[in-house]
């Protein structure tokens, strides 16, 4: 697939158009989910990144992308919510209590010699109660109103949906911050030469509930909310 962005284009923007940069903009450390509305001007500049070095990832990746994946931009809202519900709700009500659960012996067994799993568990613990109360919040109220709103876009049931999507963006984005926290204290996930296999995978879990997010975050923020 032919890449073709400009420096103005929102972060959000590319994902939706081109999947595969998600990857990239990882690599960079650039926000694309609660972040999704600054241009890439923007982010290069903020996080003084090599514009070249940047584009030429960016294309790197649109060219492996296949040219009949999907686009979630022309999925409706209903479709979208359904997938969001099943995949990124489904694994998050399965990985919280589970990764909840090697987060507290990790920080138990390990927090004595590496004090920042104390720290970890304090953010963990705040992140799956956040997110619990927010999908229920979203799967009772928010979803259900964008998908009246589809159905009947009035200006009154507008007025009212951008205020609940306004409050969702912003539980995004206190979520968002405690796993960039979280990375942030752990040097990337960064495994001391002590850490056992429960260490190991505690770490592999965390970096796959951030991936998850951010991909979760990046349908509801950048497509799905950004229709009304």
């Not at 030429?56 to 931009?73: G, H, I, R």
């Amino acid at each position: 697939m032919e890449m073709n962005i400009q420096l103005t284009d929102r972060v959000g923007d590319i994902v939706t158009g081109y999947p595969n940069t998600d990857e990239v903009f990882k690599k960079f450390r650039i926000d694309f989910c609660c972040g999704g509305n600054k241009s890439l001007l923007q982010v290069i500049q903020e996080q003084a990144i090599k514009e070249e070095d940047l584009l030429k990832s960016l294309a790197e990746a649109a060219s492996t992308a296949k040219s009949d994946s999907l686009n979630w931009s022309e999925v409706s809202s209903s479709e979208l919510i359904d997938y969001i519900t099943r995949i990124h709700h489904g694994y998050l009500k399965t990985a919280l209590p589970h990764i909840s659960k090697y987060v507290k012996k990790v920080a138990r067994v390990h927090g004595p010699y590496h004090p920042e799993l104390l720290q970890v568990e304090q953010w963990f613990k705040a992140l799956k109660k956040d997110m619990e109360q927010h999908m229920e919040k979203e799967e009772r109220e928010a979803f259900p109103a964008v998908i009246a709103f589809e159905q009947d876009p009035t200006e009154v049931k507008k007025e009212q949906l951008l205020e609940i999507l306004a409050m969702l963006e912003h539980e995004h984005e206190e979520s968002g911050d405690l796993l960039k926290q979280i990375r942030v204290i752990t040097k990337d996930y960064e495994l001391p030469g002590d850490a056992c296999t429960t260490f190991q995978l505690t770490f592999l879990k965390l970096e796959e509930l951030e991936a998850d997010m951010f991909q979760h975050i990046h349908l509801e923020n950048n497509i799905l909310f950004n229709r009304v």
